[in-house]
Antibody, heavy 127, light 108 residues
Framework: QLQLQESGPGLVKPSETLSLTCTVSGGSISSSSYYWGWIRQPPGKGLEWIGSIYYSGSTYYNPSLKSRVTISVDTSKNQFSLKLSSVTAADTAVYYC???????????????????WGQGTLVTVSS | SYELTQPLSVSVALGQTARITCGGNNIGSKNVHWYQQKPGQAPVLVIYRDSNRPSGIPERFSGSNSGNTATLTISRAQAGDEADYYCQVWDSSTACVVFGGGTKLTVL
């Protein structure tokens, strides 16, 4: 059974960089069938996609966060990571990592969906 | 950017059928996915590619997608179905994952 586990500091100071790691177990992050991604949810609010990465390092980012986000992958450790710079209180949220299934037809990708999620980790931005 | 519109809340009587809509421009041309999120828990995929159920999801959950509206239908609603439900698509024009704002389902 695939499992994803987020790890990292639960408290980050304003203007600093938020760093989280997602460890994947029960499956290989190097599979050609999946992307891996980060989603966040501010308290009492909806889901916001942050970005996604392929095992090769290819990435997609939410344009509203792109200037502050870096997602990377370490296939040797079966992990992928999120860095969000210059954080403010508005970045306080539960951060989830997830696996993305890929919808493909010959020669094209039609979309992605999140089929496995981590339990989430609350990150609070406060001095 | 592409937007998905969901009602803030939907109520259904116990044992009846609940329908949660997700509106978007020509959404029928996209693959729509639905997630259930209970308080304090991570979201769970309940429908993918408009109408497909992952293993372990009851047959009571079904989906459809046409024109400008996708619909998640929950038949014979149970108290355990109370949750927030989110629709999601991939916008290929901007290479972005898009979530709807979420709908709170109440079972009366």
């Amino acid at each position: 059974q695939l499992q994803l586990q987020e790890s990292g500091p639960g408290l980050v100071k304003p203007s600093e960089t938020l760093s989280l790691t997602c460890t994947v177990s029960g499956g290989s992050i190097s599979s050609s069938s999946y992307y891996w991604g980060w989603i966040r949810q501010p308290p009492g609010k909806g889901l916001e996609w942050i970005g996604s990465i392929y095992y090769s390092g290819s990435t997609y980012y939410n344009p509203s966060l792109k200037s502050r986000v870096t997602i990377s992958v370490d296939t040797s450790k079966n992990q992928f990571s999120l860095k969000l710079s210059s954080v403010t209180a508005a970045d306080t949220a539960v951060y989830y990592c997830a696996r993305l299934g890929i919808i493909r037809i010959v020669g094209a990708t039609l979309g992605y969906y999140f089929d496995y999620w981590g339990q989430g980790t609350l990150v609070t931005v406060s001095s | 950017s592409y937007e998905l519109t969901q009602p803030l809340s939907v109520s259904v009587a116990l044992g009846q059928t609940a329908r949660i809509t997700c509106g978007g421009n020509n959404i029928g041309s996209k693959n729509v996915h639905w997630y259930q999120q209970k308080p304090g828990q991570a979201p769970v995929l309940v429908i993918y590619r408009d109408s497909n159920r992952p293993s372990g999801i009851p047959e009571r959950f079904s989906g459809s997608n046409s024109g400008n509206t996708a619909t998640l239908t929950i038949s014979r609603a149970q108290a355990g179905d109370e949750a927030d439900y989110y629709c999601q698509v991939w916008d290929s024009s901007t290479a972005c994952v898009v979530f709807g704002g979420g709908t709170k389902l109440t079972v009366l």
